[in-house]
């Protein structure tokens, strides 16, 4: 095994142990979202699934603390281009899918299934505005709507307001859009600032990782990756949305020529 294939199965191990450490055995899905299900573009009907892409080839060396140093800067570039990612975020969709490919190899998480659920989630932590930052905090924060059950489930504050601002009912925070108790369940630093943000986009696509090969054993297969997302969020629409994007974006990928190694 090579060293760099070591080194990564290290953090991959290490980041486990965090988030299995805030694993409860009450699981929630991770989000009630804020925005409409869409893919970045038109074109033909949704998949049924959409297999893992290509692992992204690692960094010779990190380049930041946290799993989106673990990637290659130059296919990040060249696949932001291409398919219209901002290159933090890519940065740590990759990084997420390269960690978890080292801990569960088993699960075939793809960083296109990442990018789906962001992109569908918040448009990649730029809705209503904000940005990424450098270090992967998400500005302003991305916070969804109460859930009242007025129009959504009904789910009671769970947090005291600490993460959403709310201390009478919950709401779905963070480039990933996960509610309070879900993050409860598997909050996870994975941006190596020693402290788990569900508004930092590394630590909200880690703690996705983890959620998504919770729910389900593999992704690597039709039946596997449709009830991973689903647990993610169980509407139709939803799911088509996912698998349109990351589809448009595992292709983007391919045409750079820049595939994992």
């Not at 191990?13 to 988030?19: D, E, I, S």
């Not at 919950?170 to 909050?187: E, H, K, M, T």
Request: proline letters at 8%; charged letters at 15%; one cysteine or more.
């Amino acid at each position: 095994m090579r060293p760099r294939t070591l080194a990564l199965l290290a953090l991959g191990l290490a980041l486990a142990g965090l988030a299995a450490a805030a694993f409860i055995a009450t699981v929630l899905s991770p989000r009630i979202g804020i925005v409409d299900a869409g893919a970045p573009g038109e074109g033909p009907p949704a998949p049924r699934w959409v297999a893992p892409a290509a692992l992204p080839p690692a960094a010779a060396a990190p380049t930041r603390a946290g799993v989106s140093g673990l990637v290659d800067p130059a296919w990040v570039a060249a696949v932001a281009a291409e398919s219209g990612i901002p290159e933090r975020a890519l940065a740590a969709y990759a990084g997420a899918a390269i960690a978890k490919n080292a801990e569960r190899p088993d699960c075939l998480l793809g960083w296109n299934t990442l990018a789906g659920i962001g992109w569908v989630e918040s448009r990649h932590g730029s809705y209503g505005g904000a940005s990424i930052a450098d270090d992967g905090t998400v500005s302003p924060p991305i916070i969804g709507i109460a859930l009242d059950g007025a129009t959504t489930a009904l789910i009671t504050d769970t947090d005291a307001g600490a993460i959403d601002g709310d201390a009478e009912f919950d709401r779905a925070v963070g480039p990933l859009q996960f509610i309070p108790g879900s993050w409860a369940n598997w909050y996870v630093d994975a941006s190596g600032d020693g402290v788990a943000d569900p508004h930092n986009i590394d630590d909200a696509a880690l703690a996705a990782a983890n959620y998504l090969c919770r729910a389900t054993p593999t992704l690597g297969d039709e039946q596997s990756w449709r009830t991973g997302i689903a647990a993610y969020n169980g509407d139709p629409a939803y799911l088509d949305a996912v698998a349109t994007a990351a589809a448009q974006y595992s292709a983007a990928a391919e045409r750079t020529g820049r595939n994992g190694d």
